[in-house]
């Protein structure tokens, strides 16, 4: 068994599993004592790494990383399986690594889909109106029946996550959308049209 966490061909993947562990650990030390890592990681991230589409989901971001991971761990010990399968041996760790990387981000992506379509947004008492406002769809597509992410200010410029669907058609991804109905948990919207005349800047009422 040791000689199997020793094999250099697999040493990036049990690094994987050993990081996953290391973060768990500290995220649940660092709860207790006010001094989460994922807090530090959050406050030096960039600008556009924090406001990426991918990371504006409704739970902790932290599960993203712990998701890769996991991913990267597992796709690497299925190829190497794979390969010890047929060749009776490891292949190198530098021609697996790539494919697993590739195979780990899409998995990821799948995994953050659909839990970010399962986990309902958390709504206050005092909600803010957001009724008339434009919006931009910020996560996958919607359709009736099947919300999406859009992100929209309010009056005093504070940025909201809502989810939307239309009435009838589609609501594509990053398209420009305005907030027209509210349910019982869910924004309805109207897709803006490109041609429309209010947001020509050539056009002098």
Not at 76 to 86: D, P, T, V, W
Not at 162 to 187: M, T
């Amino acid at each position: 068994m040791l000689n199997f966490f020793l094999e250099l061909d697999l040493l990036p993947f049990n690094l994987s599993f050993l990081a996953l562990i290391i973060l768990s650990m500290a995220e649940t030390i660092g709860y207790y004592l006010g001094m989460r890592p994922s807090t530090l990681i959050k406050r030096f991230s960039p600008t556009w790494l924090r406001s990426s589409p991918l990371l504006q989901v409704k739970f902790s971001k932290v599960l993203i990383f712990v998701f890769l991971l996991i991913n990267f761990g597992f796709a690497g010990y299925f190829l190497q399986l794979l390969a010890f399968a047929s060749q009776h041996q490891f292949m190198a760790w530098y021609y697996i690594i790539i494919p697993a990387i590739i195979i780990a981000i899409f998995f990821t992506v799948f995994m953050l889909h659909c839990l970010d379509q399962v986990i309902k947004p958390k709504f206050n008492s005092n909600r803010v109106n957001l009724l008339g406002r434009l919006a931009t769809v910020s996560s996958g597509n919607a359709r009736p029946g099947f919300s999406a992410q859009a992100r929209v200010r309010d009056e005093f410029g504070q940025l909201h996550y809502v989810q939307v669907e239309p009435e009838f058609g589609e609501l594509e991804f990053q398209s420009q959308i305005i907030l027209i109905r509210f349910k019982k948990s869910h924004y309805v919207a109207k897709k803006i049209s490109i041609s429309n005349q209010l947001f020509n800047p050539d056009y002098d009422a």
